[in-house]
């Protein structure tokens, strides 16, 4: 497994922009699938997006067209642009490494097997 910490979190009003990180140590992230959650208080958590390990990226139909994942594996860096934020994005939000290399998926939790300690964001009126 890989230890992961998130930043970049905050309070941000409706409509602007926030830019989460995820550094990772003690595994690479070359070849694994990287994925952002979130969980919203009294909700499970959800699915945001994730990217392979040949860079595809893939969104929840929530955030679609608004957030933007990336990674640099040279840094063992997993980013997450957030843009036209909205209130009910609430939430504290998770990085999450996959479980194997050259792994196929990520839209599912047990596709995952490193999570970090998630970080708060919270989007005020």
Known sequence: QVQLVESGGGLVQAGDSLRLSCAGS???FSGYIMG???QAPGKEREFVAGISWSA???YSDFVKGRFTISRDNAKNMVYLQMNSLKPEETAIYY??????????????????????QGIQVTVSL
């Open 26 to 28: 003690g595994r690479s």
């Open 36 to 38: 952002w959650f979130r």
């Open 56 to 58: 595809s990226t893939y």
């Open 95 to 116: 990085c999450a490494a996959g479980r194997s290399r050259w792994q196929v998926g990520g839209r599912n939790e047990d596709d995952y097997d490193s999570w970090g």
